[in-house]
């Protein structure tokens, strides 16, 4: 499974952007999608996680202004992302676990069990 995010950009405190991770190769057993965000210096962190069935879960710092959603037609993940802080400037990855039917933050693994995007950069100022 390949995973291509894009959407990051350079916005304006209180500003929006939508990112997108464009899934390919053999994506029929991904269950869980999600976002993770690393700040320079810090841990990565994981912003939100989606599962098959649209179940979603969100880090306590981002909800209420990040949305994210997911098209299976399209295999692609989308996250929304409003009312964004200075605190928000990270580097944006998508992932995806490779097997199982079972979703939440802290689901996805490293490689080679999960699958991850090279990032997306946000930076908000």
């Known amino acids: 499974v390949q995973l291509v995010e894009s959407g990051g950009g350079s916005v304006q405190v209180g500003g929006s952007l939508r990112l997108s991770c464009a899934a390919s190769?053999?994506?029929?057993?991904?269950?869980?999608m999600g976002w993770f965000r690393q700040r320079p210096g810090e841990e990565r962190e994981e912003v939100a996680a989606i599962g098959g069935d649209r179940r979603i879960f969100y880090t306590a710092s981002v909800k209420g202004r990040f949305t994210i959603s997911r098209d299976n037609a399209k295999n692609t993940v989308y996250l929304q992302m409003d009312s964004l802080k200075p605190e928000d400037t990270a580097m944006y990855y998508c992932?995806?676990?490779?097997?199982?039917?079972?979703?939440?933050?802290?689901?996805?693994?490293?490689?080679?069990?999960?699958?991850w995007g090279q990032g997306t950069q946000v930076t908000v100022s």
């Open positions: 190769g053999s994506t029929d057993g991904v269950y869980c």
């Open positions: 992932a995806a676990e490779g097997s199982g039917a079972y979703c939440a933050l802290g689901s996805i693994r490293n490689p080679p069990l999960g699958y």
